[in-house]
């Protein structure tokens, strides 16, 4: 069982930086992948970025591909940078975890967190 707790989500202004931070327990460097998904309004919740155990492979949507960063520690946090924000990028945020990164990728998630709320407005 893996829990996972989101924070950092907040209001920005168009073209603004905003860090989230993932937070698992216990310690997943060595054995999940994670990943963050997002869900706007009306929409259906997407693939934004991953990293892999030990932080080998990144794979990011092409959506945020040059604007959004992944990092994690080699114990319990994982972290998603974004910049150059736009107002399309608001959605509720979620970290995500699978022993597998391509069935984390494909949205196949073994453990969800509750999301945190991002909002890009001016």
């Known amino acids: 069982q893996v829990q996972l707790v989101e924070s950092g989500g907040g209001l920005v202004q168009p073209g603004g930086s905003l860090t989230l931070s993932c937070e698992t327990s216990?310690?997943?460097?060595?054995?999940?992948?994670i990943g963050w998904f997002r869900q706007a309004p009306g929409k259906e919740r997407e693939f934004v970025a991953a990293?892999?155990?030990?932080?080998?492979?990144t794979p990011f949507a092409d959506s945020v591909r040059g604007r959004f960063g992944i990092s994690r520690d080699y114990a319990t946090m994982i972290w998603l940078e974004m910049s150059s924000l736009k107002p399309e990028d608001t959605a509720l945020y979620f970290c995500?975890?699978?022993?597998?990164?391509?069935?984390?990728?494909?949205?196949?998630?073994?453990?969800w967190g509750r999301g945190t709320q991002v909002t890009v407005s001016s």
């Open positions: 216990p310690p997943t460097f060595s054995t999940h992948a």
């Open positions: 990293i892999s155990q030990y932080g080998r492979n």
């Open positions: 995500a975890a699978s022993s597998e990164l391509t069935s984390l990728v494909s949205g196949s998630v073994e453990y």
